[in-house]
């Protein structure tokens, strides 16, 4: 394996026809075999999800960096805290040692694909709010709680501190096990699943006060409210599901009898209220996938995910929730010139965007993420 620095030069890549790179990378993966492992997430354009061996929503892409024994390679077709993450599961000291040593390279083909709503919550803010709420609460007694979609040092603060990771599929299931274990809960970094997700276990809005980075007192907080808190949401949000908007509902409500509403939980609470069905992507693929032909929905998640649901379900009647183009810019980075690029590179032995997680962050963000896959089993 040689460094990124002997890499094949990525700019002739853009020259290529979609076709000739579909040809290139089906023979880049058959002289692979199974040494390649690639993974795609849901939101992934379907020219590349094609190339995809295994999809899923992050929890399940999770568990399949984590139970990965044969490949020797993973190319991530999603965002960077997701590749991150397979780099601490797929490498983990069990892993090492079922393989003899061996380490698995994660790839992310374009370094560029991130994830705004992670942006918004650094380690050293976090530590700050931990500190100023410690001046006045008893954080003992409070469960910090990382959305995966968050940069591995949360993660690892999260393990350092007795908490715990969760994805948009087993959030209820991560909080019923933090309450069962202390009185209160800090979520990071998105307010909407953490908000959605505590409404419908009977916490009320003036129990989740909002922390706001940006404010240099108790995150724009009283004593009080802190004092009174069961859930400090973090101020943070998807920017593509921040889009949807409860008129979008009522619109769709009005114009077709019978139209049902299913939404990711990262939408605000106006809407994740009045729809009829809230749920991580694959929920909401399943759910589709198990409708009656004739079944109508207006969708409210990213773009790409559901156009695909629209091709393969021509039986059903299915509407973009919003009348805007909601696409997650970062995942759309991932692009057929770039997965040929880095599964090309790995037929010539060279690892080339590898994701590795520092080994003590590693290390804390693994205690974490076990806690989460013990508590979603
Ligand atoms: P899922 O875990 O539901 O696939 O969501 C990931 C994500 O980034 C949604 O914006
Ligand atoms: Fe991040 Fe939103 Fe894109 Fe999901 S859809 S990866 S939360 S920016």
């Not at 805290?81 to 790839?107: C, H, Q, W, Y």
Request: aromatic share 6%; net charge negative.
């Amino acid at each position: 394996m040689s460094v990124a620095s002997q890499a094949i030069p990525f700019a002739p890549y853009r020259e290529f026809s979609n076709d000739a790179l579909c040809e290139r990378i089906t023979d880049a993966k058959r002289k692979l075999g199974s040494s390649l492992l690639i993974l795609g997430h849901h939101y992934q354009q379907d020219e590349v999800i094609e190339h995809a061996d295994l999809t899923g929503d992050s929890y399940q892409l999770s568990k399949m960096a984590a139970d990965s024994l044969d490949c020797r390679y993973i190319v991530f077709c999603g965002v960077h805290f997701m590749a991150e993450t397979a780099d601490i599961l797929a490498n983990r000291e069990e892993k090492l040692v079922a393989r003899d040593g061996i380490s698995i390279p994660v790839v992310l083909p374009d370094m560029a694909a991130g994830c705004s709503m992670a942006d918004m919550a650094a380690i050293r803010q976090v530590e700050s709010a931990w500190k100023q709420l410690s001046e006045v609460i008893d954080t003992e007694d409070m469960t910090p709680v990382t959305y995966i979609n968050s940069a591995a040092s949360l993660k690892a603060f999260c393990g350092r501190h007795n908490g715990i990771v969760c994805t948009s599929s087993n959030a209820k299931a991560v909080l019923d096990w933090a309450f069962a274990k202390r009185k209160r809960v800090f979520f990071f970094p998105d307010q909407h699943l953490g908000r959605n997700t505590s409404l419908k276990m009977g916490i009320t809005n003036d129990q989740m006060p909002i922390w706001n980075p940006h404010e240099e007192v108790l995150g724009g907080n009283t004593k009080e409210s802190i004092e009174q808190s069961r859930v400090v949401l973090w101020k943070g949000h998807c920017s593509v599901h921040q889009m949807f908007q409860a008129e979008h509902v009522h619109s769709f409500r009005k114009r077709i009898d019978g139209i049902k509403i299913l939404v990711h939980p990262e939408c605000p609470q106006e809407v994740n209220d009045i729809a009829d069905i809230s749920g991580s992507t694959s929920k909401i693929i399943e759910t589709v996938r198990a409708a009656p032909a004739g079944t109508k929905w207006a969708i409210g998640t990213e773009l790409h995910l559901v156009n695909r649901l629209k091709k393969e379900h021509p039986e059903q009647e299915i509407h973009f929730l919003s009348p805007l183009v909601c696409m997650c810019a970062t995942m759309y980075r991932i692009d057929l010139a770039h997965l040929c690029w880095s599964v090309e590179n790995l037929v010539n032995g060279t690892v080339v965007n590898q994701i590795k997680v520092k080994e003590d962050i590693a290390k804390w963000s693994l205690v974490a993420l076990e806690r989460m896959l013990t508590v979603s089993k």
